[in-house]
Each structure stands twice: as C-alpha cells, then as structure tokens.
C-alpha cells in the first residue's frame, strides 16, 4: 500500500472518530465568544451574520465560505446537517492575535455558535476541526470602516 493511501486513511479515520462524540448537551445554542483582549473597545452593532454548516452530497462545507464582517458583528454559525465545530487556528492565523477559542462540536440540527467580532481588521480563517482534511474551511474578512 503506498504511504498516501495510508496517510489519507489516518486522516479519515481521525475525522471520522472526532465526529463521533458524545454529548449530553441538548441545548439550542452555545455562548457567544469575544476574545478577552478586545472585548471591552467593541461596540455591538446588531448586525447578526448567518453562516450554515453542512454535511451532504457536496461535502463538509461552511455557506458561505467567504465572509465580510466589521467589528461588533455577530457571526452566528448553524448546524444545519452533520457534526461540525468553528476554529481559528494559530497556524492558520499567523501573527493574529485575539482569535477566540475553538467552539463546541454542534451535534443538533439548528444548533448555533455566536462569535462577536472583535478581531482587528485583516483577513482571517477558520474551520472544522473533524473536517479541515476534506476541505472545510472559510475565510473571514474583518474591516472596520462601513461603506
């Protein structure tokens, strides 16, 4: 068997046992998430941004996959299919600082993850743990000025 087939396995197999937890949350949503840092300088704005998660016949994927935000935006992540989570990596993230902590595995449809934007301007991703080897991840864009 050549090492890429066994490599890509381990990969699979990992995804695989991560979307098998098990959880006795049964709540509709998580807390949202604000970087300690920059919490205090951000000024809600109201403006909530939708991003679903899926898993179906296209694959793992976040809709949309490109987001533009400004600082005190929500972003609200929601479950629509499969077993997904949101992380913003260091090592995707080089030289950002202030990145929130990877959120729960949401495991119920409808379930939601709210992030309130408190990065400073830049381009940023994020992406699903159990799901960054099969191609889910996203990009955020963070400007403060509004048009």
């Not at 929130?100 to 449809?109: F, G, K, N």
Request: charged share 20%; hydrophobic share 40%.
């Amino acid at each position: 068997m050549s090492r890429s087939i066994v490599l890509l396995s381990l990969i699979l197999a990992s995804a695989l046992a991560a979307c098998g937890g098990d959880s006795n949350d049964t709540s509709s949503s998580t807390p949202a998430s604000t970087p300690p840092s920059t919490a205090a300088a951000v000024t809600p704005t109201g403006r909530v941004i939708t991003i679903d998660m899926f898993s179906d016949e296209k694959g793992n994927y976040y809709s949309p996959a490109k987001v533009e935000a400004h600082r005190g935006d929500v972003l609200r992540f929601v479950l629509k299919t499969g077993v997904h989570n949101v992380h913003f990596l260091p090592d995707s993230n080089p030289g950002k600082s202030g990145l929130p902590a990877a959120s729960d595995l949401l495991q119920i449809p409808g379930q939601t993850w709210d992030f309130t934007v408190a990065l400073p301007e830049g381009h940023y991703v994020f992406l699903c743990d159990p799901h960054a080897a099969l191609g889910m991840i996203a990009k955020l864009e963070v400007e403060d000025e509004r048009d």
